[in-house]
Nanobody
Framework: QVQLVESGGGLVQPGGSLRLSCAASGIIFRVNGMGWYRQAPGKQRELVATITSGGSTNYADSVKGRFTISRDNAKNTVYLQMNSLKPEDTAVYYC???????????????WGKGTLVTVSS
């Protein structure tokens, strides 16, 4: 039993900032990689940013320099700081985490239900 719950979405004006959070809870032995994906209307889900358990990050070209992914391993939480937001960033943002629920088991992917980010004037 693992749950990923996103928070922080909402309406923001172009150029504004927003900070998303995603907390994993439940039966968790280890959280490996975590990341954020997004899906805009009429488009496929795309990778936004990922972060390994060691802190290595990867970003989509479209958000480099504007978004920052981070994590707090003690809280099993991943964050996405979004600055200089553009209308093109409007999408449902989904949290993803690879989690092992049993010692020595391989991790499996879990997804949050998403949080809507709307960038509009």
């Amino acid at each position: 039993q693992v749950q990923l719950v996103e928070s922080g979405g909402g309406l923001v004006q172009p150029g504004g900032s927003l900070r998303l959070s995603c907390a994993a809870s439940g039966i968790i032995f280890r959280v490996n990689g975590m990341g954020w994906y997004r899906q805009a209307p009429g488009k496929q889900r795309e990778l936004v940013a990922t972060i390994t358990s060691g802190g290595s990050t990867n970003y989509a070209d479209s958000v480099k320099g504007r978004f920052t992914i981070s994590r707090d391993n003690a809280k099993n939480t991943v964050y996405l700081q979004m600055n200089s937001l553009k209308p093109e960033d409007t999408a449902v943002y989904y949290c993803n985490a690879e989690i092992s629920t049993i010692r020595f088991s391989v991790g499996t992917d879990y997804w949050g239900k998403g949080t809507l980010v709307t960038v509009s004037s």
